[in-house]
């Protein structure tokens, strides 16, 4: 076994046994490279092995830290499975009370024993042309309030065209789909450097290389883009223009403008993953402004339920054959049952019910947070259903996730959205979706007595 790789075990085993806690700060590498007699370039693979293995997390301006969470990354990520603990922060599927009754009311026609079995019949890639209509208007943004509202500038004027339209399993199975279709093994993807973790998950079991994009406060910089390409050339970029996972916020008009303008001019094609968007339907795609070079993705896990997750890819002419042939190949296809519900609902107004409701539940406890996190430096947006909290200076974003576990109360990382492991914020992310209103109301309350609290008081 190679020293650096024996080295990096010793150092794991003394996290494992307790030696090293959670949160404790590791010396620089050029310390620990004086330290132990090695030179300064294996002291670097020792700490880049740490970071492999989920032991550690690296800070800007501050060092290398013990994880509180030590799950490696890699396909299981933060984000994926329930935490397990009794107020779960970080998972983000919104119910709302009235959508069971207003489901049930959709499925009693398909439940008569023509309809089911036609529903229960196989359908590919394609879906019917029944489907591909629903939500070529589902995603074009164009029901509001159960009524088709006239084409604006806002959001409204572009729409999806029903020959556009296929279908997966679920919103990250179409992620799945147009990535692999864009990007060969060994490509790059440019993606924001604070990324939605899924995208890194699937990144890696196709071989795909994550390229950073640089982020400000109003989202992706467009002449960064470039400047990545020019660098070493990307197959593809992948964004979230509105409500950004994990910051919250969404890409200005002109900013959106200037970045539709760079994907053109080098040739880009690009993934726009519009999972939120119903939060915020005034505001237009990217696929508005450079349609021919955009794979839009959306899906109705987040609108109606998470077992419902039925997932849409509206892809223009010249890569519809790829992505249709690698959702194929990928055995991504949906449910037929899943999405003749999904049609159903949409036609008949059930989407657009719980879709209003959802933007007023958002609308609420983002004021709740606010109200209980007063003081605090909060990004996102208004209609958001998280928050990006950048901590206090005494705090470390592991050490603040495990003041919180203590609490029982789960909440992310700035790592787990990470594109880079070394290159990670003092920030976490906190979903405001999933408990009841009280339960959120008295975990926020603990949060943020916690962060005014100091890391030595709690964590002894």
Known sequence: ??????????????????????????????????????????????????????????????????RADRRPPGPHVPLAEPAGTPVDLELNYPVVPEQSALLAAGLTPLLRADALDAALRPVGAAGTAAARHAFAELVSGALVSGTLVSGTRAGASWRASPEDVLFAGSGRQAIAGALAALVPPGGRLGVEALTYPVVKAVAQRL??????????????????????????????????????????????????????????????????????????????????????????????A???????????????????????????????????????AAVRWIGDGTVAAVEEAKRADATERQLLARELLAGQQLRSDPCSYYVWWELPSAWRAETFVAAAARESIAITPAGAFAVDPRVSPSAVRVGLASPPLPVLSRALETLARIARSSPEELLE
């Open 1 to 66: 076994m190679d020293d650096y790789r024996l080295i990096a075990d010793g150092i794991a085993a003394a996290i494992t046994d307790g030696r090293l806690r959670p949160g404790e700060q590791l010396p620089t590498q050029r310390a620990f490279a004086r330290s132990r007699g090695i030179a300064a370039s294996t002291a670097g693979r020792v700490y880049r092995e740490l970071v492999r293995r989920g032991l550690t997390t690296g800070e800007v301006g501050r060092g290398t830290f013990v």
């Open 207 to 300: 071989g795909i290389t994550l390229a950073p994009l640089p982020v400000d406060e109003s989202g992706l910089l467009p002449d960064a883009l470039a400047a990545v390409h020019r660098s070493t050339p990307l197959n593809a970029v992948y964004v979230q223009p509105r409500l950004q996972n994990p910051l919250g916020g969404s890409l200005p008009a002109e900013r959106r403008t200037a970045l539709a303008d760079e994907l053109r001019r080098h040739d880009l094609p690009v993934v726009e993953d519009a999972i939120w968007s119903f939060l915020r339907p005034d505001l237009a795609p990217l696929a508005a402004l450079v349609p021919e070079r955009t794979i839009l993705v959306d899906s109705v």
């Open 302 to 340: 987040k609108r109606l339920a998470p077992g419902l997750s039925t997932g849409v890819a509206v892809v223009p002419a010249a890569f519809r054959d790829r992505v249709a042939a690698a959702l194929r190949s990928g055995g991504w296809a949906p449910g037929g049952f899943a999405l003749e």
